[in-house]
């Protein structure tokens, strides 16, 4: 219970902040709302391609891709303010109080699941705007923004870690620009993954990004595969937990150099 309760405590901190800057969540939905608003007018016959086998709107396909890229997107830059932290000193006097390690990272990690949530409901509803519908109704609405938060939060933790590992803004800018756009476009997020490549489709079995898509798209369809929800849901789960060790045990290395 400790652990859970320096953990709200810490988001509390996080959100705080958050709050007094809110422009934020503005800042990284520009480019989401450019992939969701303008790809999807300028490519949306793409749906008319054989073999696309999408119902509705191109733009009611792209929103879980759409989706996906804002949490990983805004989520991969969180190491940035760590590093801020650090050089501030505001890590170290944290050292040495009484919270608990585990709780400095997972209280970032909340507080950039809450983000990708309000963001991920603002592209929700102006896709809804502009005449999206989504067959799996709520539950399946719910269930994208859940796999939305997942993916956000494990991207976080793998900034965070680099952030601790690197300590410089510059490397980690590098590091994760150096993933964060390769896993766009080796996914399904803009196309359908038949029409795919089948080198693409391959690597992209492996992308966590994809599998937030799929399990995004597939919730949201007149017909859900629950199966397929879950399984990519797990995948995610798991890389959660993977990367979030990996942040957490940076950031035990990095205590120990201070």
Sequence with gaps: MTLVRHTL????????????QPWFVGVTLVQPVIWLLLFGTLFKRVIEIPGF?????????????????????????SGMALIEDVNKGVTDRFLVSPVRREALIAGRLVKEAVVVLIQS?????????????????LGGVIVL???????GAAFGALSNG???????????????????????????????????PHGMRVIS??????????????????SPDWGLVA????????????????????FRSYQRSV
């Excluded at 923004?145 to 993916?151: E, H, K, P, R, T």
């Excluded at 410089?168 to 964060?180: D, K, P």
């Design 121 to 137: 409901v603002i592209i929700v509803c102006l896709a809804l705007i502009v005449g999206a519908t989504f067959p799996g109704g």
């Design 205 to 222: 079995d492996f992308n966590p990004l994809n599998w937030a898509v799929i399990a995004g798209r597939a919730a949201t369809s007149n």
């Design 145 to 151: 923004l859940a796999v939305g938060a997942v993916l």
């Design 9 to 20: 405590y810490m988001t509390g901190r996080h959100l705080r902040e958050l709050w007094r």
């Design 53 to 77: 086998h999408a119902h509705g709107s191109y733009i009611a396909f792209l929103v879980p891709g759409v989706v996906a890229m804002s949490a990983m997107f805004s989520s991969g830059w």
């Design 162 to 196: 680099f952030a601790l590992i690197m300590r410089q803004e510059e490397a980690l800018i590098g590091a994760m620009q150096f993933l964060l756009l390769p896993l766009t476009f080796l996914s399904s997020a803009f196309l359908a993954s038949n029409l795919i």
């Design 231 to 250: 399984s990519r849901a797990g995948f995610l789960l798991a890389l959660l937990a993977l990367l979030l060790a990996f942040a957490t045990r940076a």
